[in-house]
């Protein structure tokens, strides 16, 4: 208990330094000023989210062969990781669009892969509360993971290539494209701190559902009796 | 008894049964001619039909597609004959191959009577480059099939599953919507050209998931 | 109906087990079913009955425990024991005719002389004037038929039946029976669930109860058959 309360401790203040940071230590980018600073939770949130649809993917594959029930519980926690970082994603980008560009929503690569990524995960769970028996569930549910994470690069692919022929605004700069220095060291904190953030929600959710398989446990073992 | 053998004949069965009461390809071709004419009616000049219409072709067929793929399965429910097929043959890849090609034959079909109509409703020349959108039409529906035979199991045993399989399938099929507009639109244009890209793209695509059904298609049929 | 061929096979349940997320289906089912038994299945709806011949069938894996099968010869396909099922639903295609379905069949178990092979088994179960009618058209009784013509495409060694008798009315009921008598006095070992006692339960050799998902009785034990068959508690 006192471990979880000093692991929720340590990941509050990373975040906290990590806002900071974006705030107050980052330069002021020249053309947008303030809000050009959401870019910093943008982007990290970005690639945690991939991050963790990279661990429910692997906890699919490791569900399918080995068929225990730790791998399923670990898909699900990763995959409402991952929907929550991308929901910040997709929120951010609006936010940040309409002072700059006047406009709430731009069809760039990043956020129109980002959606398709979302609604892919977010069908992932909905999956999974239309069916009831659990391992049934579980092993579906890791089968349609493993399918959707495949399609991820193919999605990302397709987009680059045919949705951003045309000259649109892209939401704050191209990647990496001439990043100052310190905006680097800023924009690599903030995601190591995004990371610790994910790891965390990650390990609760986790345990959630592990309290749940192991209360079904204990029901199947004294039947068993 | 080999995965040739088996497939055939299950093929034979798909195509056997649809020809034979032909209920799946009239829905599906009216639903699409439906879908191509509402659309149609949103446009006001020709030259916006002629922008436009390639992706709501492609549209029209993915929504036809994730409601035609729907009985896949389901049928095999009825008097539990996929348990007769699981039993009959050596590998249950036979079953999804033996589908999959149906499927891309009907949607195919469909989409080759509903061309020349959409020829005419948009003004798009396709004679001079039919051969090349039959390539389009073949790649794109073969992705849309394989993924498609492959969800219609997973929905097949959950709830809501006429609801569930356009869920899971639309957003999965992004990447054949985007390369396969791309390269319709590139034979519709005025000065027309081979999207090459486009075209290897759709086959990977066909490739990656026609293997990922492979190598995990038997734990789709698991009881 | 069997061509003196068949091979005589039994099989065993090691410990099987079965369940759905937190329902057993099965626990503990430990039986040895020697080849050539007739053995009858008998118990409440949900007492694991379908579950267990599922598992035999090969359709169902267990959650735990083993399932073998022992054959006298050595001729079997590939080492494996040959199983026919019958199940409560009749496995064929209602939209296709009964020559088609069980030419597909046939094709696909790779029988040798598939089409002999089905006009063979039409005219045994007296399909054989309606080979040309689609089975949405057949009756019960008809459907049943074409579902155990369908089982003994690859001369079963071992007949596994979930309730073959019910919705026949006497007449097929009998004709059911004098079926499986011929099958079993062929050499074929039958596993079938049943409800209570009939023409069919009367040629048995052999009796097990289930009881949620354990064996509660059986005739190898001392039982009678009629106290499993009718529910009467020992």
């Not at chain 3, 759905?20 to 949900?46: K, P, Q």
């Not at chain 3, 088609?100 to 094709?107: H, R, T």
Request: one cysteine or more; proline letters at 4%; glycine letters at 6%.
């Amino acid at each position: 208990m006192a471990k979880q309360t000093i692991a929720a401790a340590l990941v509050l203040l990373l975040v906290a330094a990590a806002a900071y940071a974006a705030f107050f230590v980052a330069p002021t980018e020249r053309s947008m000023g303030l809000i050009q600073r959401i870019f910093y939770l943008h982007v990290s949130s970005a690639w945690t989210g991939l991050i963790a649809f990279f661990i429910c993917f692997l906890s699919n594959l490791t569900y399918v062969f080995s068929r225990k029930p730790r791998w399923d519980w670990l898909g699900v926690s990763s995959a409402e990781v991952g929907v929550t970082f991308t929901t910040v994603v997709l929120i951010t980008g609006p936010i940040w669009a309409h002072p700059v560009w006047g406009i709430w929503w731009t069809w760039d690569a990043r956020l129109t892969s980002t959606f398709v990524l979302w609604l892919l995960y977010v069908s992932y769970l909905l999956l999974r509360t239309l069916i009831e028996e659990p391992d049934r569930r579980a092993l579906l549910s890791a089968l349609f993971g493993i399918f959707a994470f495949l399609d991820v690069p193919l999605v990302f692919g397709a987009i680059r290539w045919w949705r951003t022929q045309h000259p649109q605004p892209v939401i704050m700069g191209a990647q990496g494209s001439g990043l100052d220095p310190r905006m680097r060291s800023v924009l690599l904190f903030c995601w190591l701190a995004m990371m610790a953030l994910m790891a965390f929600l990650m390990r609760e959710r986790y345990q959630l559902e592990a309290m749940r398989g192991e209360v079904e446990l204990i029901q199947r073992e004294a039947e068993g009796q | 008894m080999s995965l040739l053998s088996n497939t055939t004949a299950l093929l034979g069965k798909e195509l056997r049964t649809e020809f034979r009461s032909r209920e799946l390809l009239t829905t599906t071709v009216v639903f699409v001619l439906m879908v191509i004419v509402l659309f149609s009616f949103t446009f006001e000049t020709s030259s916006e039909s002629r922008r436009f219409g390639p992706g709501l072709l492609w549209l029209a067929f993915l929504f036809a597609a994730s409601l035609m793929l729907q009985p896949c399965f389901l049928r095999e429910q009825a008097n539990d004959t996929l348990s007769a097929l699981r039993l009959s043959v050596d590998d249950p890849f036979a079953i999804f191959l033996g589908k999959l090609i149906a499927n891309t034959c009907f949607l195919l079909l469909t989409e080759l009577l509903l061309l020349p109509i959409f020829a005419v409703l948009y003004n798009v020349p396709i004679l001079p480059v039919l051969g090349w959108l039959v390539l389009v039409l073949f790649l794109g529906s073969l992705g849309v099939s394989i993924a498609g035979t492959a969800l219609s199991a997973v929905s097949a045993q959950a709830r809501m599953r006429e609801l569930l399989l356009p869920l899971l399938l639309l957003p999965l099929l992004t990447p054949v919507l985007v390369a396969s507009t791309q390269v319709t639109a590139a034979l519709l244009d005025p000065a027309p050209y081979v999207e090459w890209k486009g075209i290897g793209f759709l086959a990977v695509f066909d490739l990656v998931f026609l293997t990922a059904l492979w190598l995990f298609g038997e734990y789709l049929l698991e009881e | 109906m069997n061509p003196p061929g068949i091979v005589a096979a039994g099989l065993h349940f090691e410990n099987i087990g079965k369940r759905y997320g937190s329902l057993f289906a099965l626990r503990h089912v430990t039986l040895e079913i020697a080849s050539g038994d007739c053995v009858v299945l008998a118990g409440r709806n949900g007492s694991g009955k379908t579950t267990l011949l599922r598992i035999a069938a090969g359709l169902s894996r267990p959650s735990s425990g083993s399932l073998k099968f022992s054959s006298a010869a050595s001729c079997t396909k590939d080492g494996q024991v040959k199983t026919g099922f019958v199940a409560h639903a009749t496995m064929v295609y209602d939209e296709l005719t009964a020559e088609e379905n069980l030419l597909l069949f046939a094709k696909l178990q790779g029988i040798p002389n598939a089409h002999g092979r089905v006009q063979l088994l039409l005219a045994d179960v007296d399909l054989a004037d309606r080979r040309d009618s689609l089975v949405r058209t057949f009756s019960r009784g008809m459907r049943q038929r074409m579902a155990i013509a369908r089982a003994l495409l690859r001369e079963p060694s071992i007949l596994l039946l979930d309730e073959p008798a019910t919705g026949l009315d006497p007449h097929g009921a009998a004709w059911l029976a004098g079926t499986l008598r011929r099958l079993r006095d062929g050499g074929c070992t039958m596993l079938m669930s049943l409800h209570g006692e009939s023409e069919v339960s009367a040629m048995a050799t052999r009796a097990v109860r289930l009881d949620t998902g354990k064996v509660v009785a059986d005739t190898a034990s001392g039982a009678s058959l009629k106290s499993i068959l009718t529910f009467a508690d020992a």
